[in-house]
């Protein structure tokens, strides 16, 4: 019998969504705090300086990876809770919650932003975030990362779209482990030629190291699908665990603090949890908190990744 997710994405069925509230534990302002490794999770407002200083106290963050909504519309047309608003709302958002991100980093700290380019809306909003980061001068921008997706649309009559944006950001002097960097990828490219002791040498003979480091071109991982072991049902947005694991291998210590503003389907938690950092994360919905913190507790008590096609809500299986 073929695999199967036990109900569709969580994002376009607010009929479902009201199905599963009364099975989450936390309401709009709650927090929920990890007595084991220090994490938290909430339910509360990116956009809320309150909510933040209530989330934080007088701690700060050396790394703050962001995955907001890209304001982009895939898929099916939204039956009441996709965000969709236009491009001058969606900066202002932006501008807010990138204030409160600042708010509780580090003096030296690393900012990674995923966001969607839309080929159809002038590369929207990726252009317009560009641009606004610019009144942001505490922050240096350090390279444009793209992750390859094994699916894609506009086949037909444009090139396949086949990937998503990490804008990737630092003030002052935070930590890059370069060490962290290597992929499974063997090195079979050849070229860059040049004299080595009056050899004629390529890349490849010169490289200590038979796997390609990473670059800012991810073709190594594999977007989530129903059937990987990670996959959080529902969760239509959710980024591969390999992906947010790179990033905080590369620019965090073990015990930093580790946020983002935008939990979803936890992976950036999870990814704390696995590499030994402490984890601050919350979402407006308090679906994607419990599934947040469901994730954790799943990961704990089986050494799963993720729920893939089981119900993380079986005191609901009924209802959903």
């Not at 921008?141 to 086949?155: A, D, E, K, P, W």
């Not at 190594?220 to 996959?231: G, K, T």
């Not at 239509?236 to 015990?255: D, F, N, T, V």
């Amino acid at each position: 019998m073929a695999l199967r997710e036990p109900f569709s994405r969580l994002d376009d069925n607010p009929a479902l969504r009201k199905k599963i509230l009364p099975c989450c534990r936390l309401k709009p302002g709650e927090i929920w705090t990890d007595k084991k490794s220090g994490h938290k999770v909430g339910v509360l407002d990116a956009c809320s300086r309150k909510d933040i200083q209530q989330l934080f106290k007088n701690e700060k963050a050396a790394l703050a990876i962001q995955d907001p909504p890209y304001n982009v519309a895939v898929g099916n047309k939204s039956t009441g809770n996709l965000f969709k608003i236009d491009t001058a709302g969606y900066s202002e958002f932006s501008r807010q919650w990138m204030e409160n991100t600042l708010c509780v980093l580090n003096s030296s700290a690393s900012l990674y932003v995923w966001l969607g380019a839309d080929q159809k809306e002038h590369f929207q909003p990726l252009a317009d975030f560009i641009m606004l980061m610019r009144n942001f001068p505490e922050l240096r921008s350090r390279s444009l990362i793209t992750m390859r997706n094994q699916r894609g649309y506009g086949t037909q009559k444009n090139w396949m779209a086949v990937r998503q944006e990490c804008l990737y950001y630092t003030r002052g002097t935070p930590v890059f482990n370069i060490q962290a960097e290597y992929t499974a990828i063997p090195r079979i490219l050849r070229g860059y030629y040049k004299e080595v002791n009056g050899s004629r040498t390529d890349n490849a003979a010169r490289s200590k190291s038979e796997n390609i480091r990473a670059g800012n071109v991810w073709v190594d991982i594999q977007q989530v699908f129903y059937r990987m072991a990670e996959n959080m049902p529902g969760c239509y947005a959710q980024k591969p665990l390999k992906a947010i694991e790179r990033i905080m291998l590369a620019s965090s210590r073990p015990g930093d603090l580790v946020t983002d503003f935008f939990s979803h389907a936890g992976t950036t938690l999870l990814a704390g949890e696995i590499h030994g950092r402490k984890v601050f994360t919350f979402d407006t919905d308090p679906v994607y908190a419990e599934l947040t913190i469901r994730r954790l507790e799943h990961f704990r008590g089986t050494g799963k990744t993720g729920f893939q096609c089981a119900n993380p809500f079986p005191e609901a299986e009924k209802k959903v």
